[in-house]
T-cell receptor
Framework: AQTVTQSQPEMSVQEAETVTLSCTYDTSENNYYLFWYKQPPSRQMILVIRQEAYKQQNATENRFSVNFQKAAKSFSLKISDSQLGDTAMYFCAFRQSSASKIIFGSGTRLSIRP | NAGVTQTPKFRILKIGQSMTLQCTQDMNHNYMYWYRQDPGMGLKLIYYSVGAGITDKGEVPNGYNVSRSTTEDFPLRLELAAPSQTSVYFC?????????????FGEGSRLTVL
């Protein structure tokens, strides 16, 4: 069975700093998708960024980028120039390309200090 | 656009009572999911459905039942509520299983079992 592990329950950085959130996963499959979702205090889940395992190039979305290391089964999220609005829970998620089950990690609570 | 709508938003149940959490989406999505999120924790998959008439168990299905009679609706039934089912429940949907398979979430239903 696939598992997703986020080893940092909480992180806190100063506004404008760069922060990296870790995610590792376990799978025997070769084709899959990885996602980072953000859950602000409003509880509404929002997709931040996605990565397809067959693509070697790391995905980027404005200030958000990932470091995808397929051999190491690692999928970290980097937030550059962090803003107060980035304060939220961040969840890493995994889905096999051939399956419909989507599994989430336990989340990292990120606080951005002014 | 309504997206994914969950009702009720809040509910208090007594031990042993039963209830149904409603979820409906207006995006014509085939895939629907129910997750629970315990305080400060990640999302655990309860049940999911790949289309009308098809459902499957997730990571934590015990104590719950689902049905999918239409594409739009995916209700979650709690039978004989227990304190361990106190949680926030999220319904989510996605169009398909391609690389753009972003999950769209409802706002959550907070359930307390006393």
């Amino acid at each position: 069975a696939q598992t997703v592990t986020q080893s940092q329950p909480e992180m806190s950085v100063q506004e404008a700093e760069t922060v990296t959130l870790s995610c590792t996963y376990d799978t025997s499959e070769n084709n899959y998708y990885l996602f980072w979702y953000k859950q602000p205090p409003s509880r509404q889940m929002i997709l931040v960024i996605r990565q397809e395992a067959y693509k070697q190039q790391n995905a980027t979305e404005n200030r958000f980028s990932v470091n995808f290391q397929k051999a190491a089964k690692s999928f970290s999220l980097k937030i550059s120039d962090s803003q107060l609005g980035d304060t939220a829970m961040y969840f890493c998620a995994f889905r096999q390309s051939s399956a419909s089950k989507i599994i989430f990690g336990s989340g990292t609570r990120l606080s951005i200090r002014p | 656009n309504a997206g994914v709508t969950q009702t009720p938003k809040f509910r208090i149940l007594k031990i042993g009572q039963s209830m149904t959490l409603q979820c409906t989406q207006d995006m014509n999505h085939n895939y629907m999911y129910w997750y629970r999120q315990d305080p400060g924790m990640g999302l655990k998959l309860i049940y999911y459905s790949v289309g009308a008439g098809i459902t499957d168990k997730g990571e934590v299905p015990n104590g719950y039942n689902v049905s999918r009679s239409t594409t739009e609706d995916f209700p979650l039934r709690l039978e004989l509520a227990a304190p361990s089912q106190t949680s926030v429940y999220f319904c989510a949907s996605t169009k398909g299983m391609g690389p753009t398979g972003e999950l769209f979430f409802g706002e959550g239903s907070r359930l307390t079992v006393l």
